[in-house]
């Protein structure tokens, strides 16, 4: 397998690392992995990516593996864009898109970051791994690491989606609720490396989940024919996600393959509830301060704190985009517009994101005729507490009411 990693390099100061053993952090921040992009263009073009499997690994010479055997996959394959009429006529629009990431083995984006960082850690040997998780993330790594015959641990929020916990436990994690956020979860895994010799594969601490989430920004260029869309709006918590398809535009753009050299203008959406990167975006700083008693039903939005958060403000301030907070009282109701609008099954992190799209679309900051692609991270499947809603009940030995029947 081809591969043309580098070095990692610090995306704080710059400082080079080697890509040759286990890396976490640099200063506290997180490292990027950077490839001999001249060496790729001369190995392959975008064209020969069309004979290749539909798969995320189609992109291996801008990904880490050294070998090919070492890949640990359950089939990522490239998820679908479904245009959304309705839901653009609603918001005054012509060109909404959702990418729709709960097509993923997993059930959400993160089967892609938690494929890569997995790989990478049997190539280096690491039998042991831990991760904090607010729910989706944690179910990713416990599914992976399985299939690689690595032992895994999850800590959790105690109110994390109850699917979440079980999916952890079900794939032989040793999962365990805290009462706390996320960031708890996270202190007990920082102090638990040495006494019991685990990986910390917490958000951004180890440079290779980015490369995995990295292919939703290639997959994207590709299926809207290396023409990039217009804005991209992306529900924000650790921020892998933006940050990963913003480098991903990065290299597209130096290897040639984009017919326009124009970028998304990228949005990164919060609720109201735990809003750090845009209360930082707003004030005009590059660094957030930690969201004090973060709450919101958008359990993969609820990071108080983000370890990448100036690469984050940094991608969103360089594509002129913008931080948004909507309103968590709301975000049940986006749930529901988007799922009965075009029957895809819209988590709570997504619906936040049509909030957005309805704001800026109201400001006029999103034109009319603009490419819009927002990213549906999860299955509303996995959120039944999110979903909890009453239905009206029929007596088998009453006469039935139609008219009752006909208004639901």
Same mark, same amino acid.
């Given at each position: 397998m081809p591969r043309f990693v580098t070095h990692l390099e610090s995306a704080l100061d710059g400082t080079r690392l080697s890509a040759d053993e286990p890396q976490t952090l640099h200063k506290d921040r997180p490292l990027w992995v950077r490839y001999d992009l001249d060496a790729v263009r001369q190995a392959v073009t975008r064209d020969d +990516?069309?004979? *290749?499997?539909?798969?995320?690994?189609?992109?291996? =010479?801008? $990904?880490?593996?050294? &070998? !090919?055997?070492?890949?640990?996959?359950?089939?990522?394959?490239?998820?679908?864009? +479904?245009?959304? *009429?309705?839901?653009?006529?609603?918001?005054?629009? =012509?060109? $909404?898109?959702?990418? &729709? !990431?709960?097509?993923?083995?997993?059930?959400?984006?993160?089967?892609?970051?938690?494929?890569?960082?997995?790989?990478?850690?049997?190539?280096?040997?690491?039998?042991r791994v831990?991760?904090?998780?607010?729910?989706?993330?944690?179910?990713?790594?416990?599914?992976?690491?399985?299939?690689?015959?690595?032992?895994?641990?999850?800590?959790?929020?105690?109110?994390?989606?109850?699917?979440?916990?079980?999916?952890?436990?079900?794939?032989?994690?040793?999962?365990?609720?805290?009462?706390?956020?996320?960031t708890d979860c996270g202190r007990i895994v920082r102090e638990g490396k040495e006494p019991l010799g685990w990986f910390d594969m917490s958000t951004l601490k180890e440079p290779y989940r980015i490369e995995g989430k990295k292919t939703m920004g290639l997959e994207l260029a590709e299926q809207f024919g290396w023409k990039l869309p217009d804005v991209i709006v992306y529900p924000t918590g650790g921020g892998t996600g933006l940050i990963g398809m913003w480098k991903a535009f990065e290299e597209l753009a130096e290897l040639g393959w984009l017919e326009d050299t124009r970028r998304p203008r990228m949005v990164a959406v919060q609720s109201e509830g735990c809003a750090p990167i845009v209360r930082a975006f707003e004030a005009g700083e590059r660094f957030a301060q930690p969201f004090a008693d973060a709450q919101t039903i958008a359990s993969g939005i609820r990071v108080p704190a983000a370890v990448g958060d100036f690469?984050?403000?940094?991608?969103?301030?360089?594509?002129?985009?913008?931080?948004?907070?909507?309103?968590?009282?709301?975000?049940?109701?986006?749930?529901?517009?988007?799922?009965?609008?075009?029957?895809?099954?819209?988590?709570?992190?997504?619906?936040?994101?049509?909030?957005?799209?309805?704001?800026?679309?109201?400001?006029?900051?999103?034109?009319?005729?603009?490419?819009?692609?927002?990213?549906?991270?999860?299955?509303?499947?996995?959120?039944?507490?999110?979903m909890a809603i009453d239905l009206p009940q029929i007596d088998k030995n009453a006469p039935l009411d139609w008219e009752l029947i006909a208004r639901g």
């Open positions: +990516l069309a004979e *290749r499997p539909p798969m995320m690994w189609r992109y291996r =010479e801008l $990904l880490p593996p050294r &070998d !090919e055997r070492s890949i640990v996959s359950l089939g990522e394959q490239m998820t679908p864009i +479904l245009r959304c *009429r309705r839901l653009a006529h609603r918001f005054g629009l =012509e060109n $909404l898109f959702i990418k &729709d !990431e709960s097509r993923l083995p997993t059930g959400s984006f993160k089967s892609r970051g938690l494929a890569m960082a997995i790989t990478m850690a049997g190539e280096f040997g690491i039998r831990a991760i904090p998780t607010a729910g989706n993330a944690g179910g990713a790594m416990a599914a992976y690491a399985a299939r690689a015959g690595l032992e895994a641990f999850v800590f959790m929020p105690a109110d994390t989606p109850i699917i979440n916990r079980y999916e952890c436990r079900l794939a032989g994690a040793r999962t365990f609720l805290v009462n706390g956020l996320i690469m984050i403000l940094d991608a969103v301030r360089a594509s002129h985009g913008r931080a948004v907070a909507v309103e968590e009282a709301r975000l049940r109701y986006w749930m529901a517009l988007g799922t009965a609008s075009e029957g895809i099954a819209i988590c709570p992190e997504t619906a936040a994101c049509l909030g957005a799209v309805e704001k800026l679309a109201a400001e006029g900051w999103i034109g009319r005729e603009e490419r819009v692609v927002v990213f549906n991270t999860g299955a509303a499947q996995k959120y039944p507490e999110a």
